[in-house]
Structure formats: C-alpha cells, structure tokens
C-alpha cells in the first residue's frame, strides 16, 4: 500500500482496492444478478418500500443500488422517514427500515403523523438494533443533565435524532426539545438564538458533537461581522459570543464508532496524507474535527453531515473535470464506511458522464487489519467487525456494528414474509411499541413534538411560533410555581 490506511482508487469503470479492508468494501459493489432479481421481484411484487441509511454495509447497498424498484432510499437520517412518508403516499403499502431502531420509530411516528397508520413499518430484526449514542441518552446521567435545563431559564433542548422516541418524549415533556441532525444543528441553534432572546441552548447526547459544536462557534465568534452574517443573516460577534455563554453539551454520550477517530488516527493522517482532502463528521472526536476544520477554512475539508460530506466529493471531483491536468483526487473519509457505496456510483457516474480518466482515491482511516473473517469460501473476509465485537482499536473500525445487524438475507428473508404470513406474526418486526403515557398522552405522541418542529424549521427556515411560546410559557409557568 502507499500508505498505512486501506484505500480504494476509484476510475471510470474500475476499482482498486488496496489492504484487505478496501477489497471487501469493494468485493460488495459488484452484486450478484440472481439475489438483485429476487429483491427486485420481492419489492416491486408487494409494493414495498425501502428507506435505508448511508451506513448499511455495501453488500446490502450494493444489491439496493442495482434494484429498478422506483421506491428505493438511501440517505442520512433527516431524510428516512420522509422518504417513507413519500412512499406511502405514492402507494408503497409496507415500508422496511434498513438502519438502527431510533430510525424505524422515527419513520413510524412520521408516518402516522402523516396520516398513514395503515402502513406497517418493519425492520429487519426480531430483537432490538441498538445504538450507543441513544442508549447513553437514557443513563441517569441524562436524566440530571435535563432537571439541570429545567431550572434554567429560556432553556430549549437541542437533541441528536439519534435517540429513542421515549428519550425525546420524556425530554420534551421536561424541557421544550427540538430534534436536530448532523445537517441542520447548526443552523437550528443559530436560529433558536436569532428568535428566542437569551435562549440557553442545552445539547445532547453526542459529547464530540457537542464539543465540536463549541469549538465551531467559538471560531465564528473571531470571524468578523460579514462573515458570520453570511453563516447566518441574523448573527454578528457580538450576538454569538453572547450565545456561546448559553451553551451547553451533555459530557458523557458517546457513539463507538466516530469515537475511533482519535489521535493516533489524527497523527497518521497529517504524517502520510498530507496532500488529501479530509472529510469529517461532526461526530468525530475533537482531533479530527480540528483537522477537518482547518482543512475546511482551507478550501481542502469538509466537517459536517453524511450528506455535506457526499456533497463535497463530488463538488471536488466536478471542479477537477473541468481542469486539464487530471491529478488524482484523494479524500479521507472520516466517517463510518458504508458512506463508499454512494460515493463510488455518484464519482463514477461523474467521471463516465465526462468519459474521463481521472482516478478518485478514497482513504479508509482504519487499521489494514479491521477486517473479520467470515465461514464463506468466496468472500472470506468482511469489512469492519465480526459479530458482536465491538470495534478494533487498531486504529478504529469506521463500521458501526448496530448498523451491520440489517444484513442483506435478513431483508430478503423479511421480504419473502411479507404478505404471504398473518401480519400479527411479523409484529416482533415493528418498531418498538410503547405502551405508558406522559402526562396523559401517549409516548409516541409527545415523541413526535420535537421531530415535527424540527421538520417545521426545514420546511419553514425558522422555528414554529409554537415552540418559541413553549419556551417562553415554560419559564413564566416555573416562575409562577
Ligand atoms: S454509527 Fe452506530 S453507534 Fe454511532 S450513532 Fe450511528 S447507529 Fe449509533
């Protein structure tokens, strides 16, 4: 290898895989014909739509991308349930989330929300897929974090959608929440501050998000007016040193995948991938983050989204077609790896468009070895973590192995089911069901709150006046008591 970290050169119609991580990456995107038929079959024969995360292994990614079935969605979290709700309405009469079960009760809610209860949603495990970051929101540690935002004034709980619908029901029944994602957190809290006078900002559960979030506007806060109006119209120095005193993180919520992301991880990428454009989620610690910020003010990083970091590959990638030269184009991809099955389609779909030679190399920040061995002859090893193993600490996994229980059998043998057995026997599949209430109203009900004022800022650019009254009301009626 040219380096110490796996790499998978990408062209116009080939892939090169180097260290065996990249070659099972890249073993996946060429997907067998026979099982793309059958899901296909399945999928478009029962009308079944699929909403999947950009973090589903590239197995299962591969086989979806090859699909024809129209109602096929692979995307960051904000846009799964949507799509869902977009597929109901289109006719889908089953939705299968592919993702972690915060995804599946948010796609749930929304679809009832919508109007679609007759829709079922199913994942494809019988037993919970859980999450480390949404469990770390449940811990008492929460619990005091949210009592502390209680008796704060004009306090507004800004939550990762990487949570429960209980987490975000109790919250919100306790604190007005708002439910964020890596795309929009930013400009949420920002918002908040421009409508909401003195508004005290109470994020969680993401530590490294939280941090890296302070670290962001405590950068804004030394860039001069113009250009934090261009971040955001309503803001200057003044306003965001203001804010930056009213925010606060949670300290102890962490996800084991983006946590790998470390220093030694840091240290390799500044010694050996100089030249390469970094990318970086806002979850990752704050080494990494630091470098991708840097990068950023560079013209030569991204930190931000799933979506933001798709976006600026093929940004780069589009601005190197038009130049004569065709110097090969390198990214570090600092974020769980099943991100390489969108960007390897989307580059080649750029580069075939331009019929150019130009190669795209993407760099896996993980260790060579963070491979597990499978009992299959033709596909020996996979990427990332054997079962139930956790991660590598060899320098970190980049795969999430919440995210890998949705394997591509357990779709298809899910599939097979659907329609052909009594519903009830598929109910183990449902999102979590819960049966208590808060102050009288159902769970899901009072969980939905913060996910639809979060959709109102999407659809509307500013938050609903419901919410704004909520955090004022909330205060006048603690002082009252
Ligand atoms: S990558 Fe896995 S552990 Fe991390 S937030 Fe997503 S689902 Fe949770």
């Not at 306090?155 to 619908?165: C, E, G, K």
């Not at 990068?295 to 601005?319: D, P, Y």
Request: contains cysteine.
């Amino acid at each position: 290898m040219a380096g110490p970290f796996p790499t998978l050169r990408i062209t116009r119609n080939a892939l090169v895989p180097e260290g065996s991580f990249a070659e099972a990456q890249a073993a996946y995107l060429h997907p067998d014909p026979t099982l793309v038929r059958e899901l296909d079959t399945l999928l478009s024969s029962k009308k079944i739509g699929v909403v999947a995360h950009f973090y589903m292994d590239p197995e299962l990614q591969g086989v979806l991308g090859a699909c024809s079935w129209k109602h096929i969605g692979v995307s960051d979290s904000l846009v799964m349930a949507d799509r869902g709700v977009r597929m109901a309405e289109a006719g889908c009469r089953t939705v299968v989330v592919l993702g972690v079960d915060f995804m599946s009760e948010n796609a749930r809610a929304m679809l009832s929300a919508a109007g679609h209860d007759e829709v079922p949603v199913y994942r494809v495990a019988s037993d919970p897929i859980g999450c480390s970051l949404a469990e770390s929101a449940e811990a008492p540690a929460y619990g005091a974090y949210l009592a502390e935002a209680a008796a704060t004034e004009r306090a507004l709980h800004v939550v990762y959608i990487n949570t429960s619908l209980r987490t975000k029901a109790k919250a919100h029944a306790r604190v007005p929440t708002i439910t964020c994602t890596s795309s929009n957190v930013v400009q949420t809290i920002l918002q908040a501050a421009a409508q909401i006078p003195e508004v005290a900002i109470f994020f969680g559960p993401d530590t490294y998000m939280g941090q890296n979030l302070h670290s962001l506007l405590s950068a804004l806060a030394e860039m001069d007016d113009a250009a934090i109006r261009a971040v955001h119209p309503a803001h200057d120095r003044t306003s965001i040193r203001s804010l930056l005193g009213r925010f606060r993180y949670f300290e102890q919520g962490t996800c084991i995948v983006h946590h790998m992301f470390g220093a030694e991880v840091v240290k390799t990428t500044r010694e050996h991938y100089g030249d390469a454009y970094v990318t970086a989620h806002l979850e990752v610690p704050g080494e990494m983050f630091a470098l991708g910020l840097d990068k950023q003010h560079r013209g030569e990083g991204v930190v931000g989204s799933t979506s933001n970091i798709l976006g600026f590959i093929l940004e780069k990638t589009r601005a190197a077609l038009t130049q004569r030269d065709g110097a090969p184009l390198r990214f570090v991809l600092g974020t769980e790896a099943g991100m390489i099955t969108p960007i390897v389609r989307q580059v080649q779909g750029l580069l075939r468009d331009a019929a150019s030679d130009l190669a795209v190399e993407v760099v896996f920040p993980v260790a060579a070895e963070a491979v597990a061995r499978t009992e299959d002859p033709a596909l020996p090893i996979v990427p990332g973590v054997a079962s139930g193993e956790g991660c590598s600490v060899a320098g970190g996994c980049a795969t999430c192995p919440y995210m890998k229980r949705n394997s591509l059998d357990a779709l298809v043998a899910l599939c097979r089911r659907i329609d052909e057995v009594p519903s009830d026997t598929l109910r183990p599949f449902e999102p979590r069901r819960y049966v208590e209430t808060i102050g009288g109203r159902a769970v899901a009900e009072v969980g939905s709150e913060p996910i639809l004022h979060m959709r109102w800022f999407q659809q509307h650019g500013q938050l609903s006046d419901t919410l704004v009254r909520d955090v004022a009301t909330r205060h006048e009626q603690a002082d009252s008591e």
